[in-house]
């Protein structure tokens, strides 16, 4: 069961990738929303099948309390990083109350090259940080700045902590700590506010509506990454609390921006502490457990499990059977890896086009 759980993510990643983004790329030298819209809607498709996976086959249970959000909101999503694998677990409650197909994560640059599941990311614009600050800026100015362009619905997700909770990254929240004489987290690190700061400034009276504050826990077996799940250990509940903070009601200066965000990883670690003692995020009620809201997510998890299971055996059959299929997939995975290599990946392929698009409508 483990190792088809990872089969199967892999495999219709590649195929996807290759079979469903690939034809797409025309449409760049076309109308580049079209091609958003596209590689938006086939993504939705692939980001609820590790729940569907881990809800049906595995029997992970979520959790969430807190309040209930707007779907049509277009949040930054600020989350404690307790594992590697929470903006894949968020994806279960984006299942419920989101929009999957706008969410963009801000991730690690090396994350952009794994093959198959680096080049979806690419495909669909995620942001991939070098962690340097000066470099970093000006790649976010020109990403934010496409999706403001083609005023897109954009759900921003990122971890403050700029890490998981693992046991370096605790050492060097202590030390941060000490030299600022503040209090250790345990259940949490202290949050580097530069780049939330920025986001918050950069998007206030544009893209975003809201900011929505996500503690994530996990009360039981937790899965702190990609080997775990080799090993088969899955989370086997997934709690989730939600609150959200109008972007009016942010403060307006860059030192309070920061403080605020601090504030809300102060009450994070109380609210953690008390989960691990409890159980549970006590006195919260919980949502998204009535019978018509259970049943709809299930015939969605069911569909899209038997949409890649299909697609993945017809694509399999088509490439055994059909020479003009192993053409086609060698070409589409010679230009990703071309791409990556001439230009950084297929995401700042989509930013020169976009220049380009934008400059003919100028002229």
């Known amino acids: 069961m483990v190792y088809f759980f990872i089969s199967m993510l892999f ?3 590649l195929t996807g990738g290759v079979f469903i983004m690939g034809p797409s790329f025309i449409l760049l030298f076309v109308n580049e929303n079209w091609f958003r819209w596209y590689n938006d809607f086939a993504v939705r498709l692939w980001l609820i099948l590790p729940g569907a996976l881990l809800e049906l086959m595995f029997g992970t249970k979520l959790v969430i309390t807190g309040e209930k959000v707007d779907s049509n909101d277009c949040p930054l999503i600020i989350m404690n990083h307790r594992c590697r694998l929470d903006y894949m677990f968020y994806w279960m409650v984006l299942l419920r109350n989101g929009r999957l197909a706008n969410e963009k994560i801000i991730m690690k640059h090396e994350l952009k090259y794994f093959p198959a599941l680096g080049w979806a990311m ?10 340097r600050w000066e470099q970093d800026k000006l790649y976010l100015d020109r990403m934010l700045d496409y999706f403001e362009d083609i005023k897109y619905p954009l759900q921003l997700f990122v971890f403050p902590e700029g890490t998981n909770l693992c046991g370096s990254a605790i050492k060097n929240s202590d030390k941060f700590a000490d030299k600022m004489n503040l209090v250790k987290y345990k259940y949490c690190l202290h949050p580097r506010v530069t780049g ?6 950069k998007l206030r009276h544009k893209t975003l509506d809201s900011i929505h504050d996500v503690t994530v826990a996990y009360p039981g077996k937790l899965c702190y990454g990609e080997l775990d799940i080799l090993r088969g250990k899955f989370p ?7 609150t959200r903070y109008n972007m009016k009601d942010i403060p307006i200066e860059s030192e309070q921006i920061n403080k605020w965000c601090q ?3 102060e009450e994070k670690e109380e609210r953690l502490k008390h989960f691990y003692e409890k159980g549970c995020f006590e006195n919260e009620p919980v949502h998204y457990t ?5 049943d709809k997510a299930n015939i969605v998890m069911v569909t899209a499990t038997m949409f890649w299971a299909t ?5 399999l059959y088509l490439v055994v059977y059909y020479t003009i299929f192993r053409w086609y ?3 589409m995975m010679i230009f990703y890896f071309a791409v990556n290599i001439i230009l950084g990946g297929t995401d700042e392929l989509q930013l020169i086009m976009h220049k380009w698009h934008m400059d003919k409508v100028k002229k």
Do not use: C, P, S
């Open 11 to 13: 495999f219709t990643a």
């Open 122 to 131: 690419q495909n669909l614009m995620y942001f991939f940080l070098n962690r």
């Open 196 to 201: 939330f700061n920025y986001f918050v400034q």
């Open 236 to 242: 086997g509940e997934i709690h989730v609390h939600v």
């Open 263 to 265: 504030d809300r990883f």
């Open 290 to 294: 009535d019978k018509r809201t259970v």
């Open 311 to 315: 697609f993945l055996l017809l694509t």
């Open 329 to 331: 997939a060698l070409v």
